[in-house]
């Protein structure tokens, strides 16, 4: 999952990927809660909880933000991938093949 490619790998470039509408194909390690926060606004996924960027109302906690994330790519479009296995998304919560890339950013 290189910068600028049509993959993403962790929960901050998973999330932003999700605001962004790209998520084709959500990948989902089925071991670990994934924390976060939903905006009670917008409905903005964070990874943590505070002021929405996108609206600035408030990001109530959910208990498992992978939850979040396949409601949001299913609801695009998207589906769903949870995996068991030893896989490359072992150390990391989630990752996503992307519908496009998204822009570089540091």
Partial sequence: AR???????????????????????????VVRLVPGGICTGCG????KTGDC???GGTIRPVP???DAL????RGDGG???YLMADTALAGNEVGAMLRFP????R
Avoid: F, H, M, Y
Avoid at 70 to 73: F, I, V, W
């Fill in 53 to 55: 960027e996108a609206c």
């Fill in 102 to 105: 998204l822009p570089v950013t």
């Fill in 70 to 73: 396949a409601e949001a790519a």
């Fill in 3 to 29: 910068s600028g490619g049509k993959a993403v790998l962790g929960l901050e470039a998973t999330v932003d990927a999700a605001n962004q509408r790209a998520i084709d194909t959500l990948l989902v390690d």
């Fill in 79 to 81: 589906s769903v991938r």
């Fill in 64 to 66: 498992d933000l992978a």
């Fill in 44 to 47: 903005w996924l964070a990874p």
